[in-house]
Structures are given as C-alpha cells and as structure tokens.
C-alpha cells in the first residue's frame, strides 16, 4: 500500500519534561514559602509527573474506573472496591513524596507550603486520586481537637501506602475519608438523620445512610450523627480490630461527570461501630479544621488544572503554525494564552500563601489570614477554572476535543472542586459570616493586600472602594456576597503578584481583575506584554 500522506505540523507530545521545573511561578513560589530541603524531591516528583509512564498511569487509571463487590462468590457480603494496578501506582507515588499526613509529623518551617507545591505537580497529572490523599492530610487537625480517641488515629495516618482492608493495627499506614452528607440535607449537615446510640467507653453504634462518600476504601472515615446530646462527630474504622468488617454497607458507586479514576459512593450505616470525636453536639466545630484542609487543597486541586491547561495550550501554540504563522507568534492567540498564564499564576499565588499560613498558624494574622482567605480563594480559583480550562482547550482545536489530547479529562474534573467541601453560594455566606463576626480575619486580609499599597494605582483604588464598602450602613448582605467574594480574592492576587510576579504579569492581572468580573479570556488591554508572559508559562524540551 502506497503512503497517502505525511504527517506534519502536528506538535510533540508534552512528555519527558520537568512539570515542577517548567512552572516559574510555582517554582518561585516554594522558594518564598516551602522548606528548602525538599527541593530534591519536588525535583523528582516534577521529572515523574512529566513522563510518559506516569501520563500512562493517568490514562489507564481514568478508563478503567474502581468497580464495587458487593458479595465474594460464596454470597458473603465483603463491600470492596476493585481498581486498576495504575491507580495503585499513582497512589503509592504521592504517599511516598509525603502527599498526606507526612507535614503534620514534620514541624518544618515551609513544610505545608512544600507539600502543597507537590500537591499542585502531581495533581496536574491525574486529579482523582488526590481526593483519598487530600482527606488524609485534612483528617489529621481534626483527630487532633481529640487528645485521647483521635490523636491515636492521626499518629497512624499516612506513611506507607498500604491498600485492602485489614484490621488497623496490621497496615503500614492508614488513609482517612469523610462521610458527612445526607439525601436530604447536602450542605445543611444540621439536617442529618442518622443515629448514634452509646455502646459503651466512647464507642457508638451508627444508623442511617450519606449520600457522598468519597474513597470507601480507606481504612477510616470522620462521620457526622446525631447523638443524644446533639451533632456529633465519630471515627468510623472499616475494618475492626478482631478483622470482622464494620457494618458499613457500600449501596453503590456514583456515575460521575469526571474524578472517573475515584470511588465516591453512597454508603448505609447498620449498627456500625464509631468512636465519638470530640464532645456529643459539637460536630461541626470538631471537623471544621478537616474542611478547612480540604478547602485549601481544592484551590491547590484548580490551580494545578489551570497550570496543566496552560502548559498543554502554550506548547501546542509553540509547535504548530496556522495560516503561514506559528500559533504562538498569532497577537490573538498569544493575548489569550497571556490571559490564560496570568490566571495561572495569580492562582498559584494565593493557593501557596494559603498553604504558608497553615505553617506559620503560630502567628495571629496568618491564622486570621487563613480564615478568610480559604472562602475567598475557594470561591474564587475553583469558579474560575472551568472556563480558563475550556479556552485552553479550545486553543487546540478540533485535536483538544479528542481524549487523547488529555484536555477532555481536564474539562470534566475541572467544576469539582468548586462543589467540594461547599459550593460557591457556601463560601460566600462565609465570607458575609467573617465579616459580620470575626473583625481580627478581616484585619488580616486588609493588611495583606496593604503589603502591595503605593505600588499599582488600580489596586489601591480597588482597596479603598472595597474598604469604604465593608464600612458602609447597612453591611453587604447575601445578594452582594459573590460580587464581593471575587473582588476582595482579586485583590489579595494582585497584592501578591504586584509583590512577587513580573510586571508583565502583575499589570496585566490589576488592568483587566480587579473588578472581580474578568470574562472572555484574551480580551487585554493593547499595552499587555504577551510575549513576556507567555514565554514565562510556555514548557521547555528537554
């Protein structure tokens, strides 16, 4: 058979590159923040995060999604979870660079930031699997609120990765999922039905159901009941120590949109044992410090998507030409990749400073800063990247519709973690709670982006109008609460990037965010320095 044709014009694929060494604004980031002697290994992670095995082990773990057994072949019911071998493989590579529990035994200075920074390299590569890893990591502060019950459980969580259920005692380490939401309340947890009946020396029986619960196949999971004395927070093994497993009955898996590679299922309680956390009727505040966790690493979670998305879009735009031009030398394609670098990194930015505060919670102003910044950025970065990662892929065209391009997979996981641990409308009521109720956090926030003052004139015009609205009679109310939202995340990106990043970068952020409405992605101003910026986020062949 004769050949029909060459191939041609095609770009190479984005393998075998460094994805920590290629990001300047991350790399630049942990040298502020993290802790310097784990540079070696954000080294390695970011060489295996950039191979072609790994992108393999990504690929295979999202098309061959977990399948539940319900029943072994004998008709015992067993309720596991099968998954294939490059899930594992993903999952044991993140334990092993320290991924979950391992910053909470090492008090580093920068060690949370160092971990953060390899949660938004590995992320990059296959999103799903970061969700049993994230919770790991968030379980630790709330078992800690408990000296007795739960400091045994947080000392035990993370090391080695060690999968299938076994008793506790007999594991290398251990993983930590969450089960708080129900059918009828979803957010309102206060809403929760099911029941916690006292069996004897802190142990309580659960009855009920939750409508999410991701990861079932970890070994514990922090559950909400309601107890006699209220909403109560427990520890749920799934394995008991005598090896008998726990009446934790796995109904099904959900059909997601994306996170194909995890198991999120719903789950009925039967009399299963758990172990109170905290004093009965204080739930809520007793796992507050879980979801502020995995808050912080759902804006870690969107700012690896939107780093993956650019880096994919400004390589494809620097190997192939269209209309006699290379794609990357095209002022309309290079403003909207200079728009798209700009969100990047002004979401790389904050999701770091966020993860320095968790280090530096000694301080007054860096715990109030976290307060307030986690609702700002969560609302923020996770609303805005569903469209940032549906113009990078567009900038591929036809080629970033198809799956093999990667950008499918990006797009669908791309809304999630707008939704975890609350969605947009949550987070703003949150911000109208620390506003009308925590003035240390809002003090905080003002002297953050007061760092930058005197050096953009569109900053401090957005502070002080921002300002004078937070003092005005009556104070914002919900229908204000959005638009607020955006604006005071805004400012706290441009504070940092006016700070750290490029004038390039930090011009083009304060002209076209600061209004907290940023819409069609490559509409800058004529004066934008694309090229500087682009050049900035594009990889490099190795």
Known sequence: MGVTHEVTNQPPPLTGYDAFGADVALVEAFQRYGWADDRVELDHLGRQAGSEEAQRWAREADVNEPVLRTHDRYGHRIDEVEFHPSWHRLMSTALEYGLSADPWSRPLPGVHAARAAKFIVWSQLEAAHLCPVSMTYAAVPALRTDPGAGAAWADRLGGIYDPGLRPPATKHGLLAGMAMTEKQGGSDVRANTTRAIAHGDGWYRLTGHKWFCSAPMNDLFLVLAQAPGGLTCFVLPRVLDDGGRNAM????????????????????????????????????????????????????????????????ASWHAAHRSAFGTLLADSELMRAVLA????????????????????????????????????????????????????????????????????????????????????????????????????????????????????????????????????????????????????????????????????????????????????????????????????????????
């Open 249 to 312: 009955r796995i109904q099904r898996l959900k059909d997601k949109l994306g996170n194909r590679a995890n198991a999120s299922a719903e789950i009925e309680l039967d009399g299963a044992l758990a172990q109170r956390l905290g004093d009965e009727g204080r739930g809520v505040a007793t796992i507050i410090e879980m979801v502020a966790a995995t808050r912080l690493d759902c804006v870690l979670g969107s700012a690896a998507l939107l780093r993956r998305s650019v880096a994919e």
């Open 339 to 542: 728009d798209l670098a700009v969100e990047s990194e002004a979401a790389t930015a904050l999701g770091m400073r966020l993860a320095a505060a968790v280090d530096r919670a000694d301080d007054q102003h860096e715990r109030a800063l976290r307060r307030i910044g986690l609702p700002l950025a969560k609302y923020w970065i996770c609303k805005r990247t569903p469209a940032a990662v549906a113009e990078a892929l567009e900038c591929l065209g036809g080629n970033g519709y198809v799956e093999e391009s990667g950008l499918p997979r990006l797009y669908r996981e791309a809304p999630l973690n707008s939704i975890w641990e609350g969605a947009g409308n949550i987070q703003a009521l949150d911000l109208l709670r620390v506003l009308g109720r925590e003035p240390d956090a809002v003090a905080a926030w003002r002297t953050e982006v007061e760092a930058a003052k005197g050096q953009d004139r569109r900053l401090d015009e957005t502070l002080a109008a921002t300002i004078a609205e937070l003092a005005g009679t009556p104070s914002p109310g919900p229908g204000r609460a959005r638009d607020l939202a955006g604006r005071m995340a805004a400012l706290l990106q441009a504070s940092l990037l006016v700070r750290y990043a490029p004038a390039a970068v930090a011009d083009t952020f304060c002209a076209t965010r600061l209004d907290g409405r940023h819409g069609v992605y490559g509409t800058l101003p004529p004066d934008a320095d694309t090229e500087a910026i682009v050049r900035r986020a594009t990889p490099e062949a190795s």
